[in-house]
């Protein structure tokens, strides 16, 4: 079992629809970040968090941290949010980061 | 533009080489995080430098090794390359050593074909 989970593997949206992915790990960790990766390839940290709850426009992450799960909710979808987001966790033992699979969310006019 | 530079962004080489990726953090940046992404393991955390000084290390194989130099550029250096090695590389920077909320960011990467 890989220690980052994450899901749904693949998601297909309308615009316009609220969109979340969910991230579950099981272990011990100093933060847990959100990334995007376009088409491209290249990537953008979203959000990096320990607690709480973080919004940035139309994203908002959430983390429970007793429930070692975490969630990326995209409000109002826009074909141009179609990209592989991926969940990483930032593990207490050994200090490194451990990455989930990601999702891949294509949004269509 | 994240600030953060790869050099070469695509390399071809033959099994059995030694090639060099080289990665520019962000200006005032002092951690670089190396990076692989296969199309079969994913993302996976090489090795972080903290000025200068190897500050985390993950998945990374005896024939990879890395440095950071005092001007904190930093190095990646895969020998032995087999087919298997084929991936994009990425490295990524941030300001200081992670252990903080400190967002990192991401090279454009480098692009590995091992033939």
């Known amino acids: 079992k890989n220690e980052v989970e994450q899901s749904p593997q693949n998601l297909t949206a309308q615009e316009g629809e609220f969109i979340t992915i969910n991230c579950s790990y099981s272990v011990g960790i100093s933060a847990l970040h959100w990334l995007q990766q376009h088409p491209g390839g290249g990537i953008v940290s979203l959000f990096m968090?320990?607690?709480g709850k973080k919004k940035h426009g139309r994203l908002i992450a959430t983390i429970n941290i007793q429930e070692k799960h975490s969630s990326l909710h995209i409000t109002a979808s826009h074909p141009r949010d179609s990209a592989v987001y991926i969940c990483a966790v930032r593990s207490r033992e050994g200090d490194k980061l451990i990455f989930g699979t990601g999702t891949r969310l294509q949004v269509f006019p | 533009d994240s600030g953060v530079t790869q050099t070469p962004k695509h390399l071809i080489t033959a099994t059995g080489q030694r090639v060099t990726l080289r990665c520019s953090p962000r200006s005032g940046d002092l951690s670089v995080y190396w990076y692989q992404q296969s199309l079969d393991q994913g993302l996976q955390f090489l090795i972080q430098y903290y000025n200068g000084e190897e500050r985390a290390k993950g998945n990374i194989l005896e024939r990879f090794s890395a440095q950071q130099f005092p001007d904190l550029h930093s190095e990646l250096n895969l020998s032995s390359l087999e087919l298997g090695d084929s991936a994009l590389y990425f490295c990524?920077?941030?300001?200081?050593?992670?252990?903080?909320?400190?967002?990192?960011?991401f090279g454009p990467g480098t692009r590995l074909l091992v033939l």
């Open positions: 990524a920077s941030s300001v200081l050593s992670g252990t903080l909320q400190e967002t990192q960011y």
């Open positions: 968090l320990s607690s």
